[in-house]
């Protein structure tokens, strides 16, 4: 697709307004950033979840900016015209509103990003309001919030109760007011992210795995295709098990060197018999 148009933010919005559901995936590395772009996908989060799914962790609170920067450019590189934003990692945005003006501008300059995004509610929205300051298209995360699952009581549902759910609702509310310009509800439910849709009025609204009424969807890239072998969450749909045809292959090319059978002639490179002769007899003098 290299006659696409660059995705900006008035693209997004006019997305909402014309009511076309905007699409979004997470995306690590160079060449898988470059699929995304043929496929046209508007929007990608390199999200700190590249430190389960990339790095092995068993969270996202190992992933540090200078992690988060090299995946990030790498992205970039692979998708010019896809709308990219970098996933402020833990502790880079939560001392203070001046600690998370410095990550996010480091974010833009050293990756070129579009936008950045954070997590927490209300209690974060002054660092939202500092970084839109500060000229950077910022995005907030609600519900599920990886960095804090702990306080959460782990990777679960959130804003089942009434009471719960105001306080999403109210979140949302306090990080547009702060100039967010979109929100991710991860884990809520649908009619939560609805309610929350439709009480939006400058603020693109995002559903991970919190029901079809909201402005767009986000899927993580491996669930997408069966490439993170700890497990398969609910929300996920895979599309394609990449994963068993990678793992296949690899076993496949075990075999083969293993009983000789690879590589063949077709798989390398031979050498004229009197340039090699040649060879011989200079190694001989």
Not at 174 to 188: Q, R, S, T, Y
């Amino acid at each position: 697709m290299s006659d696409r148009k660059k995705v900006t933010l008035t693209t997004l919005f006019q997305k909402m307004a014309n009511g076309e559901p905007i699409t979004w995936l997470t995306g690590y590395d160079y060449p898988t950033a470059y699929f995304h772009e043929q496929a046209g996908i508007d929007m990608i989060l390199v999200g700190d979840s590249l430190g389960m799914t990339m790095l092995g962790y068993d969270s996202t609170l190992p992933v540090t900016m200078d992690d988060m920067v090299r995946h990030t450019a790498a992205v970039r590189r692979g998708a010019p015209k896809a709308f990219v934003i970098g996933d402020m990692p833990y502790m880079s945005y939560q001392p203070s509103v001046e600690t998370a003006i410095r990550s996010a501008g480091r974010f833009m300059a050293e990756t070129g990003c579009d936008a950045i995004k954070l997590e927490g509610g209300a209690e974060m929205a002054d660092r939202i309001a500092g970084i839109v300051a500060a000229g950077i298209p910022a995005m907030g995360h609600l519900g599920l919030t990886p960095q804090s699952a702990s306080a959460l009581g782990g990777f679960r549902l959130q804003g089942k109760s009434a009471l719960q759910a105001k306080k999403i609702v109210d979140d949302a509310k306090a990080l547009e007011k702060a100039g967010a310009f979109c929100i991710l509800l991860e884990l809520v439910p649908d009619r939560l992210c609805q309610l929350i849709t439709e009480r939006a009025e400058h603020c693109i609204i995002m559903s991970l795995g919190s029901g079809p009424h909201a402005h767009g969807q986000l899927l993580i890239y491996h669930d997408l295709f069966g490439l993170y072998p700890k497990f398969t969450p609910r929300m996920a749909k895979v599309y394609g098990n990449a994963g068993e045809v990678i793992l296949n292959g690899v076993k496949a090319y075990v075999a083969e060197v293993t009983s000789g059978a690879f590589p063949r002639p077709e798989n390398y490179f031979g050498m004229k018999d009197e340039e090699y002769q040649e060879l011989l007899n200079l190694l001989e003098d």
